[in-house]
């Protein structure tokens, strides 16, 4: 991504963390509510392979520019994502190019010029606008647009677009797990990256496979 961006002169890069990052939140290998997972990794191991990995890569990341890490609750690791983001926060504490909020809330906002942008892991596509309308009330003003960023179900989509707000489903990155092989799912494993102008708002969309290493 960085390299097929490197001819722009970004202002800040938004970085999500969270959303599933891990496949278990604990010890037992469970999800945060305690649905049985399967993993090939002890959570230990994986914990230490996630700090590690997200660290390299904001070290990537911030000699482009400022970046802003956001954490985006999931329901697979939400205690391990707000340990990560807090990890994070605590690694960069005097490294004024890199902020990072680690508020456990649902649903993260950010104003970018005209563009207001929402980060979840889920939500009803019905309820999002008034919900939105209601906890970033002191950004409607200044926003033309809003653009609303899903997880959760590893399948790209645009859910909804209308008024000027755009709710989409993201891609995953993720690889396939037994209860993804058992239920038939084989999204097309891929990052979305998204390329906003502050007058313009939205002008490139960058999709990036993620391809398997033997």
Same mark, same amino acid.
């Given at each position: 991504?960085?390299?097929? +961006?490197?001819?722009?002169?970004?202002?800040?890069?938004?970085?999500?963390?969270?959303?599933?990052?891990?496949?278990?939140?604990?010890?037992?290998?469970?999800? +945060?509510?305690?649905?049985?997972?399967?993993?090939?990794?002890?959570?230990?191991?994986?914990?230490?392979?996630?700090?590690?990995?997200?660290?390299?890569?904001?070290?990537?990341?911030?000699? $482009?520019? $400022?970046?802003?890490?956001?954490?985006?609750?999931?329901?697979?690791?939400?205690?391990?994502?707000? %340990?990560?983001?807090?990890?994070?926060?605590?690694?960069?504490?005097?490294?004024?190019?890199?902020?990072?909020?680690?508020?456990?809330?649902?649903?993260?906002? $950010?104003?970018?010029? %005209?563009?207001?942008?929402?980060?979840?892991?889920?939500?009803?596509?019905?309820?999002?606008?008034?919900?939105?309308?209601?906890?970033?009330?002191?950004?409607?003003?200044?926003?033309?647009?809003?653009?609303?960023?899903?997880?959760?179900?590893?399948?790209?989509?645009?859910?909804?677009?209308?008024?000027?707000?755009?709710?989409?489903? @993201?891609?995953?990155?993720?690889?396939?797990? %037994?209860?993804?092989?058992?239920?038939?799912?084989?999204?097309?494993?891929?990052?979305?990256?998204?390329?906003?102008?502050?007058?313009?708002?939205?002008?490139?969309? @960058?999709?990036?496979?993620?391809?398997?290493?033997?």
């Amino acid at each position: 991504i960085l390299t097929r +961006t490197q001819h722009y002169n970004f202002e800040e890069i938004v970085f999500c963390v969270g959303g599933d990052m891990l496949n278990g939140d604990n010890l037992s290998g469970s999800t +945060t509510k305690g649905t049985p997972q399967t993993s090939d990794v002890h959570y230990y191991d994986a914990y230490e392979r996630l700090c590690a990995m997200t660290i390299k890569a904001i070290d990537l990341l911030k000699e $482009k520019c $400022k970046v802003n890490v956001i954490y985006v609750m999931g329901n697979h690791d939400e205690l391990t994502g707000f %340990k990560l983001a807090k990890y994070i926060d605590a690694w960069f504490r005097n490294d004024d190019r890199v902020s990072v909020d680690y508020q456990p809330m649902a649903r993260k906002y $950010k104003l970018y010029g %005209k563009t207001l942008f929402c980060f979840a892991h889920d939500g009803k596509v019905q309820k999002l606008p008034a919900i939105i309308a209601d906890e970033a009330r002191q950004y409607w003003s200044q926003a033309e647009t809003v653009e609303v960023f899903l997880q959760h179900l590893h399948t790209e989509q645009v859910l909804s677009e209308d008024n000027n707000i755009r709710i989409q489903r @993201l891609p995953t990155i993720s690889g396939r797990s %037994k209860w993804s092989a058992d239920k038939g799912y084989s999204s097309k494993r891929q990052c979305k990256s998204f390329v906003f102008d502050v007058e313009d708002g939205l002008t490139d969309v @960058l999709y990036t496979p993620i391809r398997k290493v033997d």
